[in-house]
């Protein structure tokens, strides 16, 4: 019996129906490659196979009214794959929007929490027949970025007609006693865990106070960003464009200016939104704030499936000038780095992992109150690195991969970026009721690039 951390339960429970705390990604393939040939049902009897050696797909949650902690990941002994394996059809021609589209409204569902966390899309006739595309939804609370990815790899091989993975031990049914009982232990904890955690925090705190006044460099405040059209209360519809780009001309950036390939994700994402508000007139003369997940795995001895903290990086897209712009966005960068780590990696799961449910009831109505006049950011930003060879993917070649990230906490734009195979895949995912033409700031990407690519700058190939 596993139960969830602190910061898995956060998830779990500031979701509402207008904000579905879910975990996508986007797998364009070629079905040609799969063994004996392309069938839903070989498709459907080669993910079988494989289920019993990814246990995040047979788990479900498991409570019990006398719990005081949180829930427990138990086995589902009811699985039925045919309550989490769909299929679908794009409508013509079967290009990304019409790809898209079917992606956002998948995005939008909620996963059935009665049954594993998980669903998955076969979507077939895509570009004309000729393609399949995968459409994979799992709840943040089972899975961060580097775990999704992590999940993705379990069902991917270097050859199409690999054998299955061997089985791992399942976790078994949970009684509710035993819940109840271990929760009772947790709970009991809370106050020691409470005293350990706000020591810490309070000299967090004075280091941060002290850098600042000391003039030393801090992440960005939140808070600090302007109103954007991405600001503001969203609906459960959700609106979803793709792009794609060169990871080679990436790295040509990165090695020209000594930065990293993070820092010009970073500059890239600032360079389509500083053109997009710019074609809306709708440009402020303050950057944008980008909330931005950095996994601590190997960095954490904490419990749980999340394993990551937060750091507010300005995108200053207020600077015309597109090398002024990457250079303070990577300098930005690495005191947004300097100043996470000196709160420590685990500040953030130990505070979630101190409150209870009462705390947790608290912020399911987070949501539903009234927003303040600036949001504490302005979009989730985030570079999850990828495979970089030929995958295939329940033996189909994998050619492209789109992740898509959650919406949360009044900003109605979430940007991931996933590298594979020498492409960048850029997921972009927003609310339709804020904004509809989403798919001019994925078009805004590849302009992105070209100018950073057109820039000037000391060639040196040094990394952060």
Not at 45 to 72: M, T
Not at 331 to 337: H, I
């Amino acid at each position: 019996m596993q139960r969830l951390s602190g910061l898995d339960a956060f998830f779990l429970n500031l979701e509402s129906p207008t904000q579905p705390l879910n975990v996508c990604c986007v797998l364009e393939m070629g079905p040609e490659t799969m063994p004996g040939g392309y069938t839903f049902d070989r498709f459907r009897d080669s993910l079988s196979a494989r289920l019993d050696a990814v246990p995040e797909f047979r788990l479900k949650l498991a409570d019990s009214q006398l719990n005081f902690g949180h829930p427990v990941w138990a086995d589902d002994v009811h699985f039925d794959l045919g309550r989490h394996l769909h299929r679908a059809a794009v409508p013509a021609p079967g290009g990304p929007r019409e790809l898209a589209e079917i992606c956002g409204h998948l995005a939008g569902l909620p996963l059935d929490r009665d049954r594993p966390l998980w669903d998955m899309w076969v979507i077939e006739g895509l570009h004309g027949g000729e393609a399949l595309a995968v459409v994979l939804k799992v709840h943040h609370a089972v899975v961060d970025g580097v775990g999704g990815a992590t999940l993705l790899a379990q069902l991917c091989s270097s050859v199409p007609d690999a054998p299955a993975p061997e089985p791992v031990t399942r976790a078994g049914a949970a009684h509710p006693l035993q819940i109840a009982a271990s929760g009772l232990i947790s709970a009991g904890l809370r106050p020691w865990r409470l005293a350990k955690v706000v020591p810490a925090t309070a000299l967090t705190l004075a280091q941060t106070l002290l850098r600042a006044r000391g003039g030393g460099h801090t992440m960005a405040a939140p808070f600090a960003g302007p109103a954007t059209a991405f600001d503001g209360r969203f609906t459960r519809r959700r609106n979803v464009a793709l792009t794609t780009l060169d990871l080679e001309d990436v790295k040509k950036v990165k090695n020209r200016f000594g930065i990293t390939i993070n820092d010009v994700v970073s500059a890239l994402c600032a360079g389509a939104l500083r053109q997009f508000l710019l074609d809306r007139g709708e440009l402020a003369d303050k950057p944008m704030v980008a909330t931005v997940p950095v996994s601590v795995r190997g960095r954490s001895d904490r419990p749980g499936r999340n394993q990551t903290t937060w750091m507010l990086c300005r995108l200053e897209t207020h600077i015309d000038d597109p090398a002024e712009r990457l250079s303070s966005i990577a300098d930005g960068n690495a005191a947004a780095k300097d100043h996470a780590a000196a709160m420590g990696p685990s500040l953030l799961q130990d505070w979630t992992q101190v409150a209870g449910q009462t705390l947790f009831g608290a912020a399911r109505l987070l949501p539903r109150i009234p927003l303040p006049e600036k949001p504490p950011h302005n979009l989730v930003m985030s570079n999850v690195p990828g495979p970089q060879e030929q995958l295939y993917f329940l033996g189909c070649r994998l050619d492209a991969m789109y992740p898509l990230g959650p919406i949360i906490a009044g900003a109605g734009l979430n940007i991931t970026v996933m590298s594979l195979n020498g492409r960048l895949g850029v997921g972009l995912i927003s609310c339709p009721d804020l904004v509809t033409d989403l798919w001019d700031l994925a078009d805004a990407f590849p302009a992105a690039l070209k100018e950073l690519l057109n820039c000037s700058g000391p060639t040196h190939d040094a990394t952060r």
